[in-house]
Nanobody
Framework: QVQLVESGGGLVQPGGSLRLSCTAS????????MGWYRQAPGKERELVAD???????KYADSVSGRFTISRDNTKNTAYLQMNNLKPEDTAVYYC????????????????WGQGTQVTVAS
């Protein structure tokens, strides 16, 4: 059983900052990728950022230069530092993790957090 627990969302004014955290727990053998998607009302879910266990990071163009993803592999935790937030960043942010529970790197599974609301408004 694997669980992802997120924290750190909230209400912030434009130009402000927030930091999201996501911790994976359970019978994890290899934790390959951790990251976030987001979904705004009436829009499709989109990738925000993710990072491999080799610290390779990927960002959506819309957040590049403003958001920074990092990982603490000793804690199975990822962080998303969001700076210079804009109203269009308002969405529910979902943490995800791509991992295996049996050591078989050929068949990883994806798990999702419960989602955390980020609202950017003045």
């Amino acid at each position: 059983q694997v669980q992802l627990v997120e924290s750190g969302g909230g209400l912030v004014q434009p130009g402000g900052s927030l930091r999201l955290s996501c911790t994976a727990s359970g019978s994890i053998v290899n934790l390959y990728i951790m990251g976030w998607y987001r979904q705004a009302p009436g829009k499709e879910r989109e990738l925000v950022a993710d990072m491999t266990n080799m610290n390779d990071a990927k960002y959506a163009d819309s957040v590049s230069g403003r958001f920074t993803i990092s990982r603490d592999n000793t804690k199975n935790t990822a962080y998303l530092q969001m700076n210079n937030l804009k109203p269009e960043d308002t969405a529910v942010y979902y943490c995800y993790a791509n991992l295996d529970t049996d050591g078989d790197y050929r068949r990883p599974s994806t798990y999702w957090g419960q989602g955390t609301q980020v609202t950017v408004a003045s």
